[in-house]
């Protein structure tokens, strides 16, 4: 079974242009999550998809991030326009919903990492 | 501000010895994890506590809790320099009837042959 992918690996931009980061969960997982890393810091909560259905977006940092789940499969993160501020690691993560049968624990992607210069 | 916050930062120790790491958190929780992050890869799950467990064990790991302080540790036991990476907390304090974690920082273990 495939686990979570991300894509792309890693991403140079410049400020003001825009990224778009991609994640394929684990097929019949309901449960998508994102995550930034920055330099060494807490891996922060960004936002939770249930489905297709934004959960929890309370650690989206502003509007310049937009996250999308359409059908509720694979998701995206797009960055418009990117600052230096953004750069960092994004890991996306996938979990079984918890009604079932899911324990609780997180399928995490190798993360894609962003520099913004 | 994020919920988990690991103890050391960054830990060095030799082949055969024990590492212990330990986190704090703040709220109340309905579980804490372990996860452990190589170098350039994505996070892994070790083990799940649950709030009303005070130790659990999963081979040469050894995770307590305790509720009352706010506070787990991870032990491993006769580390390994494959052992060397990343460990992080994170805290699941059920959001809306959905898992939520909250990770920390993280502590850096290298374990030299």
């Known amino acids: 079974e495939a686990g979570v992918t991300q894509f792309p690996s890693h991403s140079v931009i410049e400020k003001g242009q825009t990224v778009t980061l991609r994640c394929d969960p684990i097929s019949g997982h309901d449960n998508l999550y994102w995550y930034r890393r920055v330099m060494g810091k ?3 909560f960004l936002l939770h998809f249930v489905k297709e259905s934004k ?3 309370s650690g989206m940092p502003n509007n310049r991030f937009l996250a999308e789940r359409t059908g509720g499969t694979y998701s995206t993160l797009k960055v418009q326009p990117a600052e230096l501020e953004d750069s960092g690691v994004y890991f996306c993560a996938s979990s079984q919903g918890l009604a079932k049968g899911g324990t609780g624990e997180l399928f995490f992607g190798e993360g894609s990492r962003l520099t913004v210069l | 501000s ?3 916050e690991e103890d050391p930062q960054a830990l060095s120790i030799q082949e055969g010895e024990n590492a212990t790491m330990n986190c704090s958190y ?3 929780i309905n579980n804490l994890q372990w996860y452990r992050q190589n170098s350039g890869r994505g996070l892994v799950h070790l083990i799940l506590i649950r709030s009303n467990e005070r130790e ?3 081979g040469r790991l050894r995770v307590t809790l305790d509720t009352s ?4 540790s991870l032990l491993i036991t006769a580390s ?3 052992d060397t990476a990343s460990y992080f907390c994170a805290t699941d304090a059920l959001s809306g009837g959905y898992n939520k974690l909250i990770f ?5 273990l290298a374990v030299h042959p």
């Open chain 1, 55 to 57: 959960q929890d977006e």
């Open chain 2, 104 to 108: 920390g920082a993280g502590t850096r």
């Open chain 2, 26 to 28: 703040k709220t109340s």
């Open chain 2, 80 to 82: 390994r320099a494959a």
């Open chain 2, 69 to 72: 302080k706010k506070s787990s």
């Open chain 1, 42 to 44: 807490e891996i922060k």
């Open chain 2, 2 to 4: 994020q919920q988990g």
């Open chain 2, 56 to 58: 659990k064990h999963s």
